[in-house]
């Protein structure tokens, strides 16, 4: 920067609110428009900034998006080494410092910490800790100090690489079992929802407000995304309608107004359009009665509203069209579809860039300077909030002995072990004894190694341990080839081999929940069932054997057919008919140790 003497809102001694008022006074139209935008980024494998756009993300130069366009928010959709994620995070907050008012950059993150990876939800990193997807938080034991410890964990890993903002967690209630995204929120139980998100929300923060040790949380998708007619969905453009045939909206907002309680600041709204109600048919986005009408006027939020991504224009994700996710103005232009969303009560817009549209808007009359400055002003007050005025810059060393450190890889490994559920156990078949002859399927033959002797066939065997995932049905079409829909049950082919085996060999069934899969067929011929809910494959070792016990409880109904999943009601949780697991379910080891005379680890 050119001048000598500072601005007043570089001193830290003001408040936020003061340092705001001082920074607004002095932007640009321009200026205040780029705060409106949360776009994409990419960075290069070492770290460094683009030299030249992206063509796998579409995704321009960070010196087109920061310098030109004014933008001061990212939300960085690759990365895998946390090192070059923190010297890239430096890398951008120098170009922002090298701006006119050099307002830092605010990065933000998808998920990284599970096991499902979806460019459009999450990338998981091997470098960090590991962890079960959010249903599996929901299986703990005292899950409520557990999710609170994992974000906490969470925080610290994120804060080392520059992280300041998670995309999460969703607030989602999981009522519709086919739904694609139901693997990353807490479960169908919407007062468990509830509970973790706020637990969530506190251990992201670390602390009573948000700091500079703070990690904001963007908590998702309002009004609830779950209920998704027929599962599908709305990431994909055919797929647009949510739906309540058992009335069920106000339960699907709970776990939200627990979240403002908890102080959450940032809240995003989901692509999805209300059918059959009294609302607009329009995405949430520009929906008025929804994002002003609820959520700030009935539940009092008054901080930054975000759309999910690309509700104003398209882009390609993988050369795969993405958007514009408009639902209701599809028929419109981008420059009305923001002028909709403005008056609905949106402050910024996830994905798209084009601030050129508001200053256009704010020319033209069609939005007011005082409803510019009403989202700026949230937007930059969260910036001087989380300190990133005086913390600006990370020191990439600190990923090295911070991001996937020891102890941290231990408390996810043990979230992993404690959150897989008992749901069969005939005979005490489990645990099994070490030396055992077990032939495998899905889980690495070395991840026994060490327990048991592991033969190349069933009839070798004294046990069949076979590693299963919760169906899907592949979609190559549009977005959905990005994540697991349609069925639940499995293929006629894979109930047949399951049966074949476990007519040779008793057979233990290892199932990754990601949906709540129907079990009935393939569980009867099994001797012994473990639900997981991600995790590594020496983990389900140590549980076949018994060095770490099931200590689960289903955080879902596990549905007893395609039939019964067909005729419930999207929106209302716990309504497929005589389920064959219900959500608690969950069988212990203790009677099979003590009959072998050994300790519960």
């Given at each position: 920067?050119?001048?000598?003497?500072?601005?007043?809102?570089?001193?830290?001694?003001?408040?936020?609110?003061?340092?705001?008022?001082d920074l607004l006074g002095r932007m640009t139209l321009e200026e205040k428009a780029g705060q409106l935008f949360h776009p994409a980024t990419v960075m290069n494998d070492d770290g460094t900034l683009l030299a030249?756009?992206?063509?796998?993300?579409?995704?321009?130069?960070?010196?087109?998006?920061?310098?030109?366009?004014?933008?001061?928010?990212?939300?960085?959709?690759?990365?895998?080494?946390?090192?070059a994620i923190a010297r890239f995070h430096n890398r951008v907050q120098e170009l922002a410092e090298s701006t006119r008012l050099g307002i830092p950059i605010t990065l933000s993150t998808d998920p990284r910490h599970?096991?499902?990876?979806?460019?459009?939800?999450?990338?998981?990193?091997?470098?960090?800790?590991?962890?079960?997807?959010?249903?599996?938080?929901?299986?703990?034991?005292?899950?409520?100090?557990?999710?609170?410890?994992?974000?906490?964990?969470?925080?610290?890993?994120?804060?080392?690489?520059?992280?300041?903002?998670?995309?999460?967690?969703?607030?989602?209630?999981?009522?519709?079992?086919?739904?694609?995204?139901?693997?990353?929120?807490?479960?169908e139980d919407p007062a468990t929802v509830a509970r973790l998100t706020a637990a969530f929300l506190t251990g992201l923060r670390g602390g009573p407000e948000l700091g500079p040790d703070s990690v904001s949380a963007?908590?998702?998708?309002?009004?609830?995304?779950?209920?998704?007619?027929?599962?599908?969905?709305?990431?994909?453009?055919?797929?647009?309608?949510?739906?309540?045939?058992?009335?069920?909206?106000?339960?699907?907002?709970?776990?939200?107004?627990?979240?403002?309680?908890?102080?959450?600041?940032?809240?995003?709204?989901?692509?999805?359009?209300?059918?059959?109600?009294?609302?607009?048919?329009?995405?949430?986005?520009?929906?008025?009665?929804?994002?002003?009408?609820?959520?700030?006027?009935?539940?009092?939020?008054?901080?930054?509203?975000?759309?999910?991504?690309?509700?104003?224009?398209?882009?390609?994700?993988?050369?795969?069209?993405?958007?514009?996710?408009?639902?209701?103005?599809?028929?419109?232009?981008?420059?009305?579809?923001?002028?909709?969303?403005?008056?609905?009560?949106?402050?910024?817009?996830?994905?798209?860039?084009?601030?050129?549209?508001?200053?256009?808007?704010?020319?033209?009359?069609?939005?007011?300077?005082?409803?510019?400055?009403?989202?700026?002003?949230?937007?930059?007050?969260?910036?001087?909030?989380?300190?990133?005025?005086?913390?600006?810059?990370?020191?990439?060393?600190?990923?090295?002995?911070?991001?996937?450190?020891?102890?941290?890889?231990?408390?996810?490994?043990?979230?992993?072990?404690?959150?897989?559920?008992?749901?069969?156990?005939?005979?005490?078949?489990?645990?099994?004894?070490?030396?055992?002859?077990?032939?495998?399927?899905?889980?690495?033959?070395?991840?026994?190694?060490?327990?048991?002797?592991?033969?190349?066939?069933?009839?070798?065997?004294?046990?069949?341990?076979?590693?299963?995932?919760?169906?899907?049905?592949?979609?190559?079409?549009?977005?959905?080839?990005?994540?697991?829909?349609?069925?639940?049950?499995?293929?006629?082919?894979?109930?047949?081999?399951?049966?074949?085996?476990?007519?040779?060999?008793?057979?233990?069934?290892?199932?990754?929940?990601?949906?709540?899969?129907?079990?009935?067929?393939?569980?009867?011929?099994?001797?012994?069932?473990?639900?997981?809910?991600?995790?590594?494959?020496?983990?389900?070792?140590?549980?076949?054997?018994?060095?770490?016990?099931?200590?689960?409880?289903?955080?879902?109904?596990?549905?007893?057919?395609?039939?019964?999943?067909?005729?419930?009601?999207?929106?209302?949780?716990?309504?497929?008919?005589?389920?064959?697991?219900?959500?608690?379910?969950?069988?212990?080891?203790?009677?099979?140790?003590?009959?072998?005379?050994?300790?519960?680890?």
């Amino acid at each position: 920067m050119s001048t000598t003497v500072r601005p007043r809102y570089f001193d830290p001694a003001l408040s936020a609110e003061e340092r705001t008022e001082d920074l607004l006074g002095r932007m640009t139209l321009e200026e205040k428009a780029g705060q409106l935008f949360h776009p994409a980024t990419v960075m290069n494998d070492d770290g460094t900034l683009l030299a030249e756009p992206n063509e796998d993300y579409a995704a321009p130069t960070q010196q087109d998006v920061v310098a030109d366009r004014h933008i001061t928010h990212l939300h960085l959709m690759n990365g895998e080494d946390p090192y070059a994620i923190a010297r890239f995070h430096n890398r951008v907050q120098e170009l922002a410092e090298s701006t006119r008012l050099g307002i830092p950059i605010t990065l933000s993150t998808d998920p990284r910490h599970g096991f499902f990876s979806s460019p459009t939800t999450g990338q998981t990193i091997d470098a960090l800790s590991r962890w079960p997807e959010h249903p599996g938080m929901a299986a703990l034991p005292d899950a409520e100090r557990r999710v609170a410890e994992y974000a906490d964990i969470v925080r610290r890993e994120y804060l080392a690489m520059g992280f300041r903002v998670a995309l999460g967690p969703m607030a989602d209630i999981f009522s519709e079992p086919r739904w694609s995204r139901g693997f990353g929120t807490f479960g169908e139980d919407p007062a468990t929802v509830a509970r973790l998100t706020a637990a969530f929300l506190t251990g992201l923060r670390g602390g009573p407000e948000l700091g500079p040790d703070s990690v904001s949380a963007v908590v998702k998708h309002f009004p609830g995304g779950g209920p998704q007619l027929k599962g599908n969905d709305a990431h994909d453009l055919r797929y647009p309608e949510q739906v309540y045939p058992g009335d069920g909206r106000a339960l699907h907002i709970k776990p939200f107004e627990q979240a403002i309680a908890a102080g959450a600041t940032q809240i995003m709204t989901y692509y999805g359009k209300p059918v059959g109600t009294d609302w607009p048919e329009l995405a949430f986005a520009f929906n008025k009665p929804v994002v002003q009408g609820i959520l700030r006027d009935k539940l009092g939020f008054d901080g930054i509203v975000i759309t999910d991504w690309y509700v104003i224009q398209g882009t390609t994700l993988h050369g795969i069209p993405f958007g514009p996710n408009s639902y209701g103005l599809e028929h419109l232009p981008p420059l009305e579809r923001i002028a909709t969303a403005l008056g609905a009560g949106v402050d910024q817009f996830g994905g798209d860039q084009c601030p050129e549209l508001v200053v256009e808007l704010v020319e033209s009359g069609r939005v007011p300077v005082a409803r510019l400055d009403s989202s700026v002003r949230r937007l930059l007050q969260e910036k001087f909030r989380l300190g990133l005025f005086e913390h600006r810059y990370v020191d990439p060393e600190r990923t090295r002995t911070v991001a996937g450190s020891a102890p941290f890889r231990s408390t996810g490994r043990k979230a992993q072990a404690d959150s897989t559920v008992l749901l069969k156990n005939t005979g005490n078949l489990l645990p099994l004894a070490e030396g055992t002859k077990v032939y495998t399927e899905g889980i690495a033959p070395e991840a026994l190694h060490g327990r048991a002797e592991v033969v190349p066939n069933p009839a070798q065997a004294d046990v069949a341990v076979l590693r299963l995932h919760a169906p899907w049905r592949e979609d190559p079409n549009g977005m959905t080839a990005f994540f697991h829909g349609g069925d639940l049950d499995f293929t006629p082919d894979q109930i047949a081999h399951v049966q074949a085996i476990a007519a040779e060999v008793p057979t233990v069934l290892l199932v990754y929940l990601e949906r709540p899969a129907i079990l009935r067929e393939v569980e009867l011929p099994a001797t012994a069932v473990v639900a997981d809910f991600g995790a590594e494959d020496d983990v389900l070792a140590e549980i076949v054997f018994g060095d770490s016990t099931p200590q689960g409880r289903l955080p879902f109904d596990l549905p007893i057919s395609m039939a019964a999943v067909n005729a419930h009601p999207e929106d209302v949780p716990f309504s497929t008919k005589a389920p064959l697991h219900r959500h608690g379910d969950g069988l212990a080891y203790e009677t099979a140790l003590a009959a072998e005379g050994r300790a519960r680890p």
